[in-house]
């Protein structure tokens, strides 16, 4: 009986050791873990903090590219707006009168087709030279705009040297313009009435042999006979 009563003792003293040894170490994690959980949640705190603040950032550094890309867009508008010279292109008889007006590229665009219309070639003529003169990285200007400016220049017959220089640069630089053929015959007759008759009777010569089925040759093949006997050498 007393050996039971001992081995009672040891044993319910041994649980308790192992109760409490249990619980200790169970309280102790607890804490443990709690701690773990304040950390925690204060990184994931400051963790959302720092996203938001370099959201923030991102918008502000989008905003600044969006409104440099608008200044720079508006600066190159500006500079293509903006005439790259005020001279007249004839100073004797300026028409345009660019560095009073300050006309834009549509005004001396809308001014050249008018006076065309009207027949008014030599007014026609300065416009177009003005834009080719003032706006030449205007992506307006394409070859059907080119072509007219040499042919306003031809008809007032007092430009030749603006004309040959547009319908020279439909030739080089647009060779699969539809006026390419147009702008080698005018060359033709502009050295014709400079006296460059065989430089004539060769451009001739070239749409005789090359572009026989265009409105172009219609339009000289009813002259040809008169044009051979007497312009060839």
């Known amino acids: 009986m007393k050996m ?3 081995f009672f003792s040891i044993n319910a003293g041994l649980l308790g050791v192992i109760f409490f040894g249990v619980a200790g170490s169970f309280i ?3 804490k443990k873990i709690n701690n773990y959980e304040r950390v925690s949640l204060s990184l994931i705190k400051q963790n959302n903090i720092l996203k938001k603040k370099l959201q923030d950032y991102e918008f502000k550094i989008k905003k600044f590219e969006n409104e440099n890309s608008i200044l720079a867009l508006k600066l190159e508008d500006k500079i293509l707006r903006r005439p790259a010279s005020y001279e007249p292109v004839d100073p004797k008889n300026d028409l345009v009168e660019l560095k ?3 006309w834009d590229f549509s005004q001396l665009w809308s001014s050249a087709k008018e006076s065309f219309s009207k027949k008014e070639f030599v007014r026609s003529a300065q416009y177009y030279q003005t834009i080719l003169n003032a706006f030449p990285q205007n992506e307006k200007i394409n070859d059907h705009l080119i072509y007219n400016a040499g042919v306003a220049a031809y008809e007032a017959k007092v430009y030749d040297s603006w004309a040959r ?6 030739v080089e630089e647009f060779p ?3 006026h390419l053929r147009g702008a080698k015959l005018w060359i033709g007759l502009i050295d014709l009435r400079q006296g460059e008759k065989k430089k004539f009777f060769n451009v001739v010569e070239e749409f005789r042999k090359k572009y026989r089925n265009t409105k172009e040759w219609e339009l000289i093949s009813g ?3 008169e044009i051979y ?3 060839k050498f």
């Open 4 to 6: 039971a009563k001992i």
């Open 28 to 30: 102790t994690r607890a």
């Open 100 to 102: 009073t007006y300050r």
């Open 165 to 170: 220089k547009s319908f020279v640069k439909i």
């Open 176 to 178: 699969t313009s539809d």
């Open 223 to 225: 002259h040809y006979y």
């Open 229 to 231: 006997k007497n312009f």
